[in-house]
């Protein structure tokens, strides 16, 4: 698709690799950590474990995080958002591919949503909805800054507001 001549260019917006792990993968990379410590501790005699078992869990653990690492970064190469011909992109997947396209006309309601995580972890969710539709069209979450700067595009779009109050929108 080209671009249109109203349509701003604000590129593909990716997420982060090292927040999507942590907001993904914390509870596996805790769980990987404790597996390292028993089989340290099963290694050293701490703990009555033979060698074979303290390898098996330095293995697992080792596993869930390799996991973890190869999922975020195949989730950055196939997740993007971006604006073209007066409609919002949203592809995602990494096996089944999803690509949502939300004409900018239909759009009813935009908001940014920032929990605890988010606020620890410098991300928002964006959520698009349009008329007819349950719940949202797209949920995503991105960086903030980069949220934040989509968020004021499409609300000025939406509104024709000129360009000149595109910076004050986006703060």
């Known amino acids: 698709m080209e ?3 109203n349509t701003p260019d604000l590129g593909k917006i990716r997420p982060n690799r090292l927040r999507f792990f942590i907001r993904n993968y914390l509870a596996a990379a805790l769980f990987a950590a404790l ?3 028993v ?3 099963g290694a050293s005699g701490a703990v009555p474990l033979d060698a074979g078992a303290a390898l098996g869990l330095w293995i697992a653990g080792t596993a869930l995080i ?3 690492v190869a999922h975020s970064v195949l989730n950055y190469n196939t997740t993007c958002i971006y604006l073209a011909d007066e409609e919002v992109l ?3 997947g990494i096996l089944s591919k999803k690509k949502i396209s939300v004409p900018l006309h239909k759009i009813t309601d935009t908001a940014v949503s920032r929990g605890i995580a988010d606020k620890i972890l410098g991300t928002a969710k964006i959520k698009i909805n349009t008329s007819g539709s349950k ?3 797209i949920e995503a979450t ?4 980069d949220v934040g700067r989509l968020y004021a595009e499409i609300y000025r779009l939406i509104n024709k ?4 109050l595109h910076g004050k929108l986006a703060k």
């Open 39 to 41: 089989g340290f501790a």
């Open 90 to 92: 949203y592809e995602s």
């Open 142 to 145: 991105f960086g903030n800054g």
């Open 35 to 37: 597996l390292f410590a």
């Open 3 to 5: 671009k249109a001549k």
């Open 135 to 137: 719940g949202y069209e």
């Open 161 to 164: 507001t000129p360009k000149s």
């Open 66 to 68: 390799l996991i973890g």
